[in-house]
């Protein structure tokens, strides 16, 4: 790839077309670009780079297309890693290299689900025996015993399915926990820390890793989703989209739990409380009519302005050049240089900016 | 979905650069079989006792539409002999093809893989992503990333390959 065909595609990227919306692919299918470009600040010795690729895996509500990359690292390579499959693009640069670069774009097509709680489907796939100890298993932040399993057990007695169980969790954060504006990025999900110290505040990270924690420990399947807004929110909520072409803090994850003749399951109730703090005027009662819709959709629908990444815990980067703990989830960009891991929250001052754009059919 | 889940698979590694196509480890040949913008059905199979370069592109990828010019540049300096490229497109209207084509016209058949099903059989996640497939229909080499396919040294590479 020339510089020449780097710049071209940044201009590319950058004249993205507005409104992004309103264009599909299919009638409910929408197709977006989003563009990653990764700079590397005052580069030291070698430098690396971890960018999160779209899911992987074709669902109903969710097709990867491709990628492709341009700038000037010296090598890159995709890897599928892990026990959860985290796709990533991984660059490195030489010592010597002065202006690291590089910008992935991925072009992907989403369309909206939402699950009828009234029309169970007896021919949907049974979990095998190991996807379900897979999906009720501890990760490191997300353990299944101890309180979690006590707060669990209170949370869903008297409940009898899958899916009333899963529903009084969901209904237990909406009721319980909040939207801390104060926490950096979408939070680590460190859910006995929250139980134990009852600080219920939070962002996504949080609040739906709560959610995933208690199913789990109720011995329902469940796992995050781990993503990215990409467009605005058509059902009106402004916090639940995006306003501007520029997403590069627009991360979002979400949850989804498993129930016997529904599949997997949309949730997210991190969001409805997203819609109570942040909706206008801001700091709605959860009795406000907006907030009331939100928790009604939020639970078994998911609006897909927003792009999947993956389903990973304690993630490993690979080619690292730096020791560092497992991430509790990988999200965003990681980035490594002079010895040093760089803060993926602080994409200022690490120098990384997402694009999105929608394609028109 | 797990037992992919389990593996560790550094899809490709390629360097900046390196401009040489790499010899092919990744096991089996996944089956083509695909439409072209006029309808006409193509398979793989029927490509036996031909090199076959197979390009997955899309017209919104940058370095496939630089590339492109090149690899029919390759095309024309064998035209003749047994080698044949095919353009998978991924997932893009025919009507967008074909206004890229308008442009850019290639004198070799453009493939439709509508749901990307192919393309996923190849690994290609990384655009463009070729693949040089040999006369008895196994990939011998492949490359990801905008490449010369004009050089010499490619050039020699595949018309090595080729049938007496």
């Not at chain 1, 890897?79 to 010592?95: C, N, P, R």
């Not at chain 1, 979990?127 to 353990?143: G, H």
Request: overall charge positive; charged content about 25%.
């Amino acid at each position: 790839m020339s510089r020449r065909a780097f710049l071209k595609l940044s201009a590319a990227a950058a004249a993205g077309a507005l409104p992004w919306r309103s264009v599909s692919a299919t009638p409910d299918w929408h197709t977006y670009d989003v563009a990653t470009k990764v700079t590397i600040l005052k580069p030291q010795g070698a430098s690396r780079a971890w960018i999160p690729l779209p899911l992987l895996d074709d669902t109903d509500w969710h097709r990867a297309i491709g990628n492709t990359w341009s700038g000037n690292a010296a090598k890159v390579q995709v890897h599928t890693d892990g026990k959860y499959g985290v796709s990533m693009l991984f660059a490195e640069w030489k010592e010597g290299e002065q202006a690291p670069v590089v910008e992935v774009t991925s072009r992907f097509m989403t369309r909206d689900r939402t699950v009828d709680f009234s029309r169970p489907n007896a021919n949907v796939p049974r979990l095998s025996a190991a996807d379900y100890a897979f999906y009720t298993s501890a990760t490191e932040l997300i353990p299944t015993d101890g309180i979690v399993r006590e707060t669990a057990r209170d949370i869903v007695k008297g409940q009898r399915t899958d899916v009333d169980k899963a529903r009084a969790i969901y209904e237990w954060i909406v009721e319980n926990t909040f939207r801390d504006p104060k926490t950096r990025g979408c939070g680590w999900g460190d859910i006995k820390t929250m139980l134990e110290t009852k600080n219920f505040g939070g962002k996504c990270g949080d609040l739906n890793a709560m959610f995933v924690g208690l199913s789990r420990a109720s011995g329902i399947p469940a796992r995050d989703v781990y993503g990215l807004r990409v467009a605005p929110s058509i059902h009106g909520y402004r916090s639940l989209g995006v306003g501007a072409p520029v997403i590069t803090k627009a991360q979002h994850c979400r949850a989804e739990f498993y129930a016997q003749g529904f599949g997997w399951v949309p949730v997210d109730p991190a969001d409805v409380r997203k819609v109570v703090l942040e909706e206008p005027p801001g700091n709605l009662p959860v009795e406000d009519a907006k907030v009331e819709a939100a928790r009604k959709r939020l639970f078994g629908g998911w609006e897909m302005n927003w792009l999947a990444y993956n389903m990973a815990h304690d993630v490993v980067l690979p080619g690292a050049g730096v020791k560092a703990p497992k991430l509790p989830y990988l999200m965003y960009i990681n980035g490594e240089t002079g010895g040093q891991r760089l803060d993926q929250l602080e994409p200022d001052a690490f120098r990384y900016e997402i694009r999105t754009s929608g394609v028109k059919a | 979905m797990r037992g992919f889940l389990l593996a560790l698979a550094a899809a490709w590694a390629c360097a900046a650069g390196a401009q040489e196509l790499k010899p092919w480890t990744g096991g089996a040949t996944p089956a083509l079989v695909l439409q072209d913008l006029e309808g006409r059905s193509h398979s793989l199979e029927s490509y036996r006792g031909k090199v076959v370069l197979i390009n997955f592109w899309a017209t919104w990828c940058e370095p496939c539409r630089e590339e492109m010019p090149s690899i029919d540049r390759l095309r024309k300096s064998l035209d003749g002999r047994p080698f044949v490229v095919l353009a998978v497109n991924l997932a893009e209207p025919p009507s967008r093809i074909r206004g890229y084509l308008q442009k850019v016209p290639l004198g070799f058949s453009v493939l439709l893989d509508r749901d990307t099903a192919v393309a996923k059989a190849f690994k290609a996640r990384i655009l463009p992503a070729t693949f040089i497939v040999g006369p008895d229909g196994k990939i011998r080499y492949s490359y990801v990333g905008e490449l010369d396919w004009s050089q010499e040294k490619v050039h020699r590479t595949i018309a090595a390959l080729l049938p007496p």
